[in-house]
């Protein structure tokens, strides 16, 4: 069969494809800055980790890790917005939140301004 230049068909294909949808959010905890003796914690509790196990990968090295800094650093809370507010800080902004719902006036602006003047000192100390 012979073909003449008119018998020319075109071909269409839709595809449709259907990803997986992402995580939301997944909580990764953020920890406030270590003192020296959290830092010595963690590191002693990492080298203990590691005589304990006979595998020396990755993974078991970032597992210790992980197990470190829970057990060893302060978390921050997830409403906590700024790393360097120090717990202390963070305390008073809790305690102005209270006075706040219970209109003590007198106690929000004299913590207002305690607050202003710790959140200025710890963000110098970074």
Known sequence: ?????????????????RLQAKPKHIHK??????????SAAFNTVI???????????????????QDAEKRCFTEVPL?????YIS??????????????????WATVAQLNAEIKRDARKDKRKI
């Open 29 to 38: 905890p953020k920890y406030c800055q270590p003192t020296r003796e959290q």
């Open 87 to 104: 717990r202390p800080t963070w305390n008073k902004i809790l305690m102005r939140n209270q006075a706040h719902e219970q209109s003590n």
């Open 47 to 65: 080298a203990q980790y590691m005589q304990e196990t006979t595998r020396r990968d990755i993974g078991v090295f970032l597992q210790a890790i």
């Open 79 to 83: 409403k906590q917005r700024r790393p």
């Open 1 to 17: 069969m012979q073909k003449s230049k008119n018998d020319v068909t075109a071909v269409i294909a839709y595809c449709c494809v």
